[in-house]
C-alpha cells in the first residue's frame, strides 16, 4: 500500500434498481414512460388515505442478495419514514428501513490485481426511489430552473452499506465490479438495461471529518469521483485548513465533486415506524426456499474453471464476466480444446463485440436465438481444430457472422458443424484454407504478373519473396497458407 492511501478511508452505500414489473408499493408499472407524471398513483404520490402495500417480489431479491453477500437476514423486518424535505418527494417522507433492516454483518472478498481484501457489509435494507429532477439550463447549482417526473417515484432500491474498509478508489472499483457481476450472476441487475446502480461514498483522510459524496453512477465514475475528492481534501490540509462535515454531489462532466450542504446526521431525519406497513416475517423456510435459488456465484465459478480446465487467470475472470458466456464455454469445452475455446471467447468474439458496440447478451437476444454465438464459435472452433480455417479466415467468418446475424426463416440448430452444407447465411467454401494444387496456381499467377519481382530475387534480393508471398495472400484472398505459399514460389523460382 503506498504512502498515499495509508490515511484514506471510505464507506460505500450503494442503490440498485431493480426491475420489477411493479413499483415497491403500489402496481404502478415499474418502468419508463414517454410522458413524465403518467407512471404514478394516489399510494406512489403519497396522497392522503393511500395505503402501500410491499411488492413480495422486492424482498426476496433481497433476501436472496444478503444471503449471497454472507449477511446474517433478520427475522422480522420493519419499514420506517425518513423525513425531509426535498422537491423529488411529494410526500415529505421516504419509506425505507432503519431500525431494523433486512440483513446486517456481512462480507465479501474483492480482488485488485494479485491482492485479495474482506470488505465487511453493514447491512442491507430496501428503500423506495424518489422522483426524477430535470434542471434546466445547466446544472443542480446553476440551472435557470427544475421540474420534476414522478414516474421513478417508487421504484424498489436494495441500499448495500459496507464499512469503511476501502483504503483506495481502486478497491472501491473493484468492489462495485464485482457486486455487479454477483447481482447479474443472481439475475437482479443488469449493466446494460435502464435500471441503475449508485453510490454515495464516505470519505475521510487522516481521520478527519468525513465528506459524503452523493449519486455517483457506474463503476468507472466511482474511482474518479474518489480521486477528486480525496485530492481536494489533501490539498486542504496542505493549506492548513479543515475539512468539513458536508454532502456533496460528483459533477460528471467536470469530474470534480460540488458542495451541496452541511452533512445531515441520521438524527436529523426523524425516524418513525411507518404505521400502514406490516412487518415481515422471514422464517427459515422463506429464507432456505431462496437460499437454493443461489446459483454458483462468479468467485465459485472461477476457483472451479481454474481447478478443472486449468486456464489462466486472465481468461477465468473474463469468461466468467458473462454469465452466458461463461455457460457457453463449458458446452463448447465438451467439444474442443480449452485452451483454443477459452482463447477465441475471450480475444477474437470479445474484439468483434466492441467494434460492434453490442455486448455477449445483446447479440443472443438481438438474434432472436439464445444459442446464436454458441453456434457460430462451434463453427469457427471445428474448422480450426479440422485445419480447415486459417487464423485469418477464421477471424472473418466470425466477424461476418456477428455483423449479418442469422435469417429468422432458417433453421437454426446444426448436428454436424464442419458439414459444408450448414446454412447459416455465410458459405463456408469462402473461408476455408486453399488446397496444395490451387495454391500452386495461385502461385504461378503471382509470378507470371509479377516479372519485376523475379528479377529482384534473381539479382540477390530475398525480399522479394515477401511481395510475391503477399500477392498469392491477395490473389487467394488470404485462404492460402503463407508458408506453404512460400515454399511453392521457392520451388518456382528455382
Not at 408499493?25 to 415499474?30: E, L, R, S, W, Y
Not at 480521486?227 to 490540509?237: C, P, T
Not at 447478451?361 to 485445419?387: K, M, T
Request: hydrophobic share 30%; net charge negative.
Amino acid at each position: 500500500m503506498s504512502e498515499e492511501e495509508t490515511d484514506v478511508m471510505i464507506g460505500l452505500e450503494t442503490h440498485i434498481q431493480l426491475d420489477t414489473e411493479t413499483k415497491l408499493f403500489c402496481g404502478c408499472p415499474n418502468e419508463e414512460a414517454e410522458e413524465p407524471n403518467t407512471h404514478v398513483c394516489p399510494t406512489c404520490l403519497g396522497h392522503p388515505g393511500s395505503k402501500p402495500r410491499l411488492n413480495k417480489k422486492v424482498l426476496e431479491h433481497a433476501v436472496k442478495t444478503s444471503q449471497a453477500l454472507q449477511c446474517d437476514v433478520n427475522e422480522e423486518v420493519f419499514f420506517s419514514r425518513k423525513t425531509y424535505f426535498y422537491p423529488d418527494l411529494s410526500k415529505d417522507y421516504q419509506i425505507t428501513q432503519y431500525e431494523v433492516p433486512v440483513a446486517e454483518d456481512g462480507e465479501v472478498e474483492i480482488k485488485v490485481g494479485d491482492e485479495k481484501k474482506d470488505i465487511g457489509i453493514t447491512r442491507l435494507h430496501i428503500e423506495e426511489d424518489p422522483a426524477k429532477t430535470r434542471h434546466k439550463g445547466g446544472d443542480i447549482g446553476n440551472s435557470d430552473y427544475t421540474l420534476v417526473d414522478y414516474n421513478r417515484s417508487g421504484t424498489p432500491l436494495l441500499e448495500i452499506v459496507t464499512e469503511p474498509d476501502f483504503t483506495s478508489p481502486k478497491e472501491a472499483r473493484a468492489y462495485l465490479q464485482q457486486l455487479a457481476q454477483m447481482l447479474e450472476y443472481l439475475e437482479i441487475y443488469y449493466p446494460e438495461s435502464n435500471f441503475a446502480l449508485k453510490s454515495d461514498a464516505n470519505i475521510s483522510i487522516d481521520g478527519g471529518q468525513r465528506v459524503e459524496v452523493k449519486n455517483i453512477t457506474g463503476t468507472a465514475g466511482i474511482e474518479k469521483a474518489l480521486s477528486y475528492e480525496i485530492s481536494r481534501q489533501k490539498q486542504l490540509k496542505k493549506r492548513g485548513r479543515e475539512v468539513s462535515q458536508q454532502t456533496r454531489s460528483y459533477n460528471q462532466n467536470q469530474e470534480i465533486t460540488e458542495k451541496l450542504r452541511e452533512k445531515e446526521t441520521e438524527e436529523d431525519y426523524g425516524y418513525i415506524f411507518d404505521p400502514d406497513l406490516t412487518t415481515q416475517e422471514l422464517d427459515e423456510e422463506f429464507r432456505e426456499k431462496l437460499r437454493a435459488e443461489i446459483p454458483e456465484l462468479p468467485h465459485e465459478k472461477f476457483k472451479r474453471f481454474k481447478e478443472e480446465y486449468g486456464l489462466k487467470d486472465k481468461l477465468v475472470e473474463a469468461l466468467v464476466s458473462v454469465p452466458e458466456m461463461a455457460d457457453d464455454f463449458e458446452r463448447l469445452a465438451e467439444e474442443f480444446d480449452t485452451n483454443l475455446a477459452a482463447s477465441w471467447m475471450v480475444g477474437e468474439l470479445k474484439k468483434v463485440l466492441n467494434y460492434n458496440e453490442v455486448s455477449y447478451d445483446e447479440v443472443n437476444v438481438e438474434s432472436g436465438a439464445p444459442d446464436f454465438l454458441y453456434v457460430g464459435l462451434r463453427v469457427v472452433l471445428s474448422h480450426l481444430e479440422a485445419g480447415e480455417f486459417n487464423q485469418r479466415k477464421a477471424e472473418k467468418y466470425l466477424r461476418d457472422f456477428v455483423e449479418q446475424g442469422l435469417d429468422p426463416e432458417k433453421e437454426f440448430s446444426i448436428d454436424d458443424p464442419k458439414a459444408d452444407n450448414i446454412d447459416l447465411g455465410l458459405n463456408l467454401k469462402d473461408y476455408k484454407k486453399s488446397g496444395d494444387d490451387e495454391i500452386t496456381e495461385f502461385v504461378k499467377e503471382a509470378i507470371d504478373e509479377n516479372p519485376d519481382a523475379v528479377e529482384d530475387y534473381n539479382s540477390g534480393d530475398e525480399e522479394a519473396v515477401n511481395f510475391l508471398v503477399g500477392q498469392v495472400m491477395s490473389i487467394s484472398q488470404g485462404k492460402a497458407d503463407p508458408k506453404t505459399a512460400r515454399e511453392k514460389i521457392l520451388e518456382e523460382l528455382e
